[in-house]
C-alpha cells in the first residue's frame, strides 16, 4: 500500500483534544567547528524554558529531502508540512505572488523580480539596482503596471521590499514553468526568456514575457541605477493537495515573511496577521486558538543570522524564542515540535543538507533522558534521523489521530 | 522524481575543489560480546590519529544493502560507490576476470574457478584440491589453455594464487549467468551447469561450458589432487553506468586485491598499480593526486582477521593503517570517510548485516563532539543510520558539488 493510502486509512474522524503547533526556527541547525570551540549556537544559548521542555521531550534529527541534499526554503517547509519535497515542485514565483497576497489562479504564471542595473551594452552590472529604497520601487511598479496587458494576458506587479517585486502574467492561455532572466552574476547579459519544453502554454507564456520586457525596458531607460529587471523562479500553480483535506486539520500560519505566507497558503492554510516579534506571534496563538487545531509558527532571525555568519546573532534569536516560550506555554500545545526546515550553519553563511534537530513534546511524547535541545542531544534522541516528511505523522499520531494498523 | 535524477540534476559542473577520499578498511565493522569484555577491536585499538580526525568528524552507521542483509564484498562496495546493490547486480565471475586482468567484453561469460579433487565415482572430496601452489596451477591453467576453442567460442584460463583461477569464455552468441557448478560441500558430485532461463544465449553458454568439462576433464585426469575444478559465479558484464559519468568524479582504485580491483574496473574507475602495504598506498595517493578527484583506497587486512576470528589480528591491522594515517594526511583530503564494506565479526568469522560504523572529516563536516571512531561513538553521531548508497552523495555534499533544490 502507498504510504500515503495507508496514513489516511487509519486517520480516526475525530479532531485532536489539543493544539499542534509546529514552532520553526529557521534554520537553526548547526555544525560545531574549531573557530567557535566545537559549539553550535544552541548549545552556547542560555534556554533555560527549552531546557524544561527538552527534559520532558522525544528528540531526533531530520533529512528536509535526501542525504547530501540542501533544500530552499519551499522544499524545506513542503516536508514539514508532510510533503514529500521531490514530488511537490513549487516555483519560488508562486510563493512570492501568493506571499504578497495576490490570489493565482490556474492560469496565472508568477515571477519573482528586482530591479537591477544594466549598461548601455544590455550587460548587468548590479543584480540588485544599488537595493534601491521603497519609495522608488514603489514609483517603478506603478510604471511597469501600467502596461497592464500584452495581448489577451493581463499583467499584475506588486512591489515587495528594497528593489523586489511581483509580476503575474494572466490568463491568455499560457503557464510555467520558464527558466529565470537572471543571469546570476554580473557582466553577463539578461537572459531571454525561453520555453524549456515544447508544450504551447509554455512558449507562449515565453512570448508574452518577451515582449513585456521589450515594452518595459523604455519605460525604465532613464531610471539608472534601476534600468531593467530581472525575474526568477517562473511558474505556474501547482497541483498539490490542500493541507486540511489531506490531514483533516484546520490549520492556521503565524508567519511574518512573504515567502512563508505564500508557502502556507499554497496548501490552504490560513494566514494570520503579520507579527511584530516573537511574542506577539506566541500571543496569536493564544487568540485564535479556537479556530485552528494547527499552528505554523515561523522565525526567520536564526536563519538571517545564519546566512550573515553572525553566530552571535543566531544565538540572540534562539534566547529571544526561548524568553518568549512561556507565553506559547500559557495554553500548553498537545503537541508541541520545535526544529528548523533545514540547517543554516554560521560557518558556511548558507542553507546546508546537515540534518536539523528536533523536539516533539507531548504528554505521551516520552522523554529521551536528555537535558537541552541541542545537536549533539538531538543525535542520542529516540526519534533518530528521519525524513522531515514524517514529522507531522509523528505529531498526528502523539495527537491520538491514528488507530492501530491490523489487529 | 527519481533520486538518482533529482541528485543529478542537482550536481554543479566543477571540479571539487580538492581531494574525495573513501578508505575502507575491509570488514572493520564489529560486535561486542562478553567473550572479549564487550570491547571491539576499533575500541581496543590504539588509534592516536584516527581519534584526533573523529574529534573533527562527523560520524555514523551504515547498513550495505537492507536490515538484515549480509553483503558480499560485490555489494559492500556497490553500495560505497554509489549504486543500490539491490538493483545492480554483479557476478563474482566477472568481477574476477576485471581483476585479473581480462578485459571483458558484452559477449563473454566469466566463471571463478579452483582446481578440486574428486574420486572415481566423480565425487568431491577436497574443494580446493589441498590448495595446490601456485606453480602446479600454472601448470594446470595451461592445459586448460591449450584447449582454446569451443565450437566458435574462445577460451580464456587465467591463473589466480594457490589453487583459483579464471575461465572466460568469449563470443559465440553466449550470455550469462549460470549457476555453480560447485556443489558448495564434499560428498557431492560437480554439477552438471543447466540454464536457468530460456534465454537461447544463457542456454548456449550452458553447452558450451558442458564441452568444456568433457574436454578439460581427461587433461587433469593423473593430476590428482588436483584432477578437476569447480565454477563459481559464472556471469557476463553488467550494464551498469560509469562511476565518472555519473558522479562526474575521476576516480582512481587503490586496491592490492583482485576482486577489489576488479569492481573498480567495471565502473570505469583506474587502478594504481599494486601496493607492497598501507604505507604504499598512502603514498600513492600522494603521488596521483592531480589526475583524479575521487580514491578508493582498500585494506583488506580487517577482513582477513575477522574472516579468521584473530581479535588481536584485526587490532593490528586498524593499528597500522593509524600509524600510516599521518602519510595520507600530508595532502589532506577535502571530505574523506573511513569506514568498511560492511561489519566482519570476530565472534562470527563471517561478513554480518551488523551496520558499520563510518566517519566523515571535511570543513563543513562539523563535529560530533565524539572522541573515537569507534562502534559506540558512531552510534551517537549526527549521520544516524543509513543506506551505504548514500555515503557519496555526503561525500559529493561536503565537496560542495551539489546545488541547493529549490528556492
Known amino acids: 500500500m502507498e504510504e ?89 514565483g508562486v510563493i512570492e505572488a501568493l506571499g504578497v497576497g495576490i490570489d493565482l489562479r490556474t492560469d496565472d504564471v508568477a515571477a519573482r523580480a528586482n530591479f537591477c542595473t544594466v549598461n548601455a551594452e544590455g550587460v548587468v552590472t548590479d543584480r540588485r539596482a544599488g537595493r534601491i529604497d521603497s519609495g522608488l520601487n514603489r514609483t517603478l511598479c506603478q510604471k511597469l503596471g501600467s502596461i497592464g496587458r500584452i495581448g489577451e494576458t493581463e499583467v499584475i506587479v506588486r512591489r515587495g521590499r528594497s528593489h523586489r517585486f511581483v509580476v503575474v502574467f494572466r490568463g491568455g492561455g499560457i503557464a510555467g514553468p520558464l527558466p529565470d532572466s537572471d543571469p546570476h552574476g554580473t557582466g553577463l547579459p539578461v537572459r531571454p526568456i525561453v520555453a524549456q519544453s515544447r508544450e504551447r502554454k509554455v512558449r507562449k507564456a515565453a512570448e508574452v514575457i518577451a515582449r513585456f520586457y521589450r515594452q518595459a525596458m523604455p519605460l525604465l531607460a532613464e531610471d539608472y541605477p534601476a534600468n531593467s529587471f530581472l525575474l526568477r523562479g517562473i511558474g505556474s500553480l501547482p497541483r498539490i493537495p490542500g493541507f486540511e483535506e489531506r490531514f483533516r486539520l484546520r490549520a492556521a500560519a503565524i508567519a511574518a515573511y512573504p515567502m512563508y505566507r505564500g508557502l502556507a497558503q499554497l496548501i490552504g492554510m490560513r494566514t494570520l496577521k503579520e507579527a511584530r516579534d516573537i511574542g506577539q506571534q506566541f500571543r496569536q496563538y493564544l487568540d485564535e486558538l479556537e479556530g485552528f487545531d494547527y499552528f505554523f509558527i515561523h522565525v526567520k532571525g536564526t536563519d538571517m543570522s545564519g546566512e550573515d555568519g553572525d553566530f552571535d546573532g543566531k544565538v540572540t534569536v534562539i534566547e529571544a524564542v526561548d524568553q518568549a516560550l512561556p507565553i506559547l506555554l500559557q495554553k500548553r500545545p498537545l503537541v508541541l515540535a520545535v526544529t528548523g526546515d533545514h540547517s543554516t550553519p554560521v560557518a558556511l553563511k548558507s542553507h546546508s543538507w546537515h540534518p536539523q534537530p528536533v523536539l516533539l513534546n507531548s504528554p505521551v511524547s516520552g522523554s529521551d533522558g536528555l537535558s537541552r535541545f541541542t545537536e549533539t542531544c538531538a543525535n542520542r534522541g529516540s526519534l533518530g534521523i528521519f525524513q522531515s516528511k514524517y514529522l507531522i505523522r509523528l505529531m498526528m499520531a502523539n495527537a491520538g489521530l491514528f488507530a492501530k494498523f491490523g489487529a
Not at 567547528?33 to 542560555?46: D, F, K, S
Not at 508540512?81 to 514530488?87: E, I, N, Q, R
Open 4 to 92: 500515503e493510502t495507508l496514513y489516511r486509512s487509519l486517520r480516526l474522524p475525530h479532531r485532536p483534544e489539543g493544539k499542534l503547533v509546529l514552532l520553526v526556527l529557521d534554520g537553526v541547525g548547526d555544525i560545531a567547528t574549531a573557530a567557535t570551540g566545537y559549539r553550535t549556537p544552541l548549545e552556547v544559548a542560555a534556554t533555560p524554558n527549552l531546557d524544561e521542555l527538552a527534559r520532558a521531550s522525544a528528540m531526533g534529527r531530520m533529512i528536509p529531502v535526501l542525504p547530501g541534499i540542501t533544500p530552499g526554503s519551499g522544499p524545506g517547509h513542503l516536508g514539514l508540512f508532510g510533503y514529500d519535497p521531490a514530488l511537490f515542485r513549487v516555483d519560488r
